[in-house]
């Protein structure tokens, strides 16, 4: 079992900046891959980012592209999202997720085992 924690969420306004930390229970260095995914009411849970936790190689949306940044911390086993010049369609709930499985290409809901509770993100234009 992993438990995923999330924080840093809040309400910016466009053009503005937020971090969100992902503090997971296992190392993260022994995790296959760890993502961000958001939600908005109505829609699935899409990811806006992942990275192969030992390969290090990452992954984003193309809506998130050169504004958006994955990071892993794994000595503080910390999974981080910087999210840069934000804009009103990037409000959504934002969850961490984690699996110790090889899936393939580890962008899918259904590719994680481990979820964080979520953090919400609100921008305003």
């Known amino acids: 079992q992993v438990q995923l924690v999330e924080s840093g969420g809040g309400s910016v306004q466009a053009g503005g900046s937020l971090r969100l930390s992902c503090a997971a229970s296992a190392n993260t260095y022994s995790v296959y891959c760890m993502a961000w995914f958001r939600q908005t009411p109505g829609k699935e849970r899409e990811a806006v980012a992942r990275?192969?936790?030992?390969?290090?190689?990452?992954y984003y949306a193309d809506s998130v592209k050169r504004r958006f940044t994955i990071s892993q911390d794994n000595a503080k086993n910390v999974l981080s999202l910087q999210m840069n010049g934000l804009k009103p369609d990037d409000t959504a709930m934002y969850y961490c997720?984690?699996?110790?499985?090889?899936?393939?290409?580890?962008?899918?809901?259904?590719?994680?085992?481990?979820w964080g509770q979520g953090t919400q993100v609100t921008v305003s234009s």
């Open positions: 997720a984690a699996t110790k499985s090889g899936h393939y290409p580890c962008t899918r809901e259904v590719d994680f085992d481990f």
């Open positions: 990275v192969y936790t030992r390969a290090g190689s990452t």
